[in-house]
Structure formats: structure tokens, C-alpha cells
């Protein structure tokens, strides 16, 4: 990963068309290089989740270029590279596994990190995971527990700020207040660069590999509804 970092942190000195088109080739090659890396970690993810078999790249990771349209920050390339591995691929809005690889600072999009599950849920997954919560919150928290094993966090941005006063002395409240559901942890260049990063990711995702297939039968039985 190294050089695929250096070229990251060229491209972030250097975030314009000019430099981007002067140094394809050295774009090429990091892509390529994270290429071969994602098709070995979507292989390995299909040994343990059947459901993400049959992947192709093009199915998991993203084009470079940045969709500025809407956006004050009129940078034309994205200083980061990404793979999600889910059932269906990224366009499924199924819960999946998330490596991301990035320059330049903290926080999402500018750090490195891991992620599991997913961030937009129809408000019907929502809702079901709530019911299920109020029927059995510890098997969700044995979820939560099991990847804060990995140093994995929940995502409590978008939560709300309070429950209905029925569910104040719910000992799972904080769980009903999410609206997204995904666990994730910054990463270092330490932990990015290790020869074995194949393999802690893949332990990482297999760990928690029952999360992302409760999310996905809240997914797939919404979608039977409609």
C-alpha cells in the first residue's frame, strides 16, 4: 500500500487536471495496485458470506473522479480508494463490508478505516430493527460487543437526540435512536502498510460477518413487501 499512498499524497498536493493527466500513468499503476488487492479481499469475503459470490470489481469499488455539481469543494479527483463488498454489489442497498484507503486527515473521507454494515436504510429496516430491539436487544448488542473486539464503534452522527418517554428506562435506548447502522474504525498507515493486511481485514469482516447478515434479512424482507 505504500506506493498507493504516495500517489495520494501527490495527488492531494496536487489536486487539478493538469498534474492528474501529466501522471496517468502513476494513477494507473495505484489503481491497478488496489485493484488486485480488492479482487483477493472480495474472494476471501465469498468464503465465509456465499451471498457476495460472483463479485466483479467493477461491482465494488468507485471512479476517482469527484461529482462536484453540488459541492463548494470544486477538487476534481478523490485522494482515496475504496472497496465495499456487499450482496449484489454497492448499488445493492444491501449492509456490507468496507476498506478504505485515504491521505490527508481525520475523519471520513481523509482517514484510512474499516467499516461494517452500511449508512442509508430505508426507514421500513429501521423500524424493524427497533421492533427487534424492544423483542431481543441482546442479540443486537451482542453484535455491538463482539465488534467493539476489533475496536469498531457505531456511527452515532445521524442519531436522534432522545427516545419516547416510554423507552427512557430501556436498557438498549441508545440502540433505538440510531437511524444508521455501521460499525467502523479509523485505520493507520501502521496497520494499512502490515504485509498482512489481507488477512486482518478478512478477520475483521468474517468476526462480524453475522451482523451484516441480520442487517441484510432486515433488507431483503422489506423488499419482499413492497
Known amino acids: ?86 450482496p449484489g454489489g454497492k448499488k ?39 421492533e427487534d430491539l424492544q423483542d431481543d436487544g441482546k442479540r443486537f448488542d451482542k453484535y455491538i460487543q463482539t465488534a467493539a473486539k476489533d475496536g469498531l464503534r457505531l456511527d452515532y452522527t445521524d442519531a436522534l437526540k432522545k427516545v419516547p418517554k416510554d423507552l427512557a428506562d430501556f436498557p438498549y435506548k441508545d440502540y433505538w435512536r440510531l437511524k444508521t447502522y455501521c460499525l467502523d474504525k479509523p485505520l493507520d498507515d501502521s496497520f494499512v502498510c502490515d504485509e498482512h493486511l489481507l488477512e486482518h481485514l478478512l478477520d475483521i469482516f468474517k468476526r462480524n460477518q453475522p451482523f451484516v447478515a441480520y442487517l441484510n434479512q432486515v433488507i431483503d424482507y422489506t423488499k419482499e413487501e413492497d
Not at 500513468?25 to 472480495?42: C, N, S, T, V, W
Not at 478504505?100 to 486527515?105: A, D, E, P, Q, R
Request: charge should be positive; aromatic fraction near 14%.
Open 1 to 86: 500500500m505504500k506506493e498507493i499512498i504516495k500517489f495520494l499524497r501527490e495527488l492531494q498536493k496536487n489536486n487539478h487536471t493538469e498534474w492528474f493527466h501529466a501522471h496517468r500513468k502513476e494513477y494507473e499503476a495505484a489503481r491497478d495496485q488496489f485493484g488486485q488487492f480488492a479482487m483477493k479481499l472480495i474472494a476471501g469475503v465469498a468464503q465465509f458470506d456465499k451471498s457476495t459470490e460472483g463479485l466483479e470489481l467493477k461491482d465494488c469499488t468507485y471512479r476517482i473522479n469527484r461529482d462536484i455539481r453540488f459541492s463548494a469543494d470544486k477538487s476534481p479527483y478523490k485522494t482515496h480508494f475504496g472497496v465495499f463488498i456487499a
Open 92 to 130: 445493492s442497498g444491501h449492509a456490507g463490508y468496507y476498506f478504505h484507503l485515504s491521505v490527508g486527515g481525520t475523519g471520513y473521507p481523509d482517514e484510512s478505516m474499516v467499516a461494517i454494515g452500511h449508512y442509508c436504510y430505508d426507514k421500513k429496516v429501521v423500524e424493524i430493527v427497533r
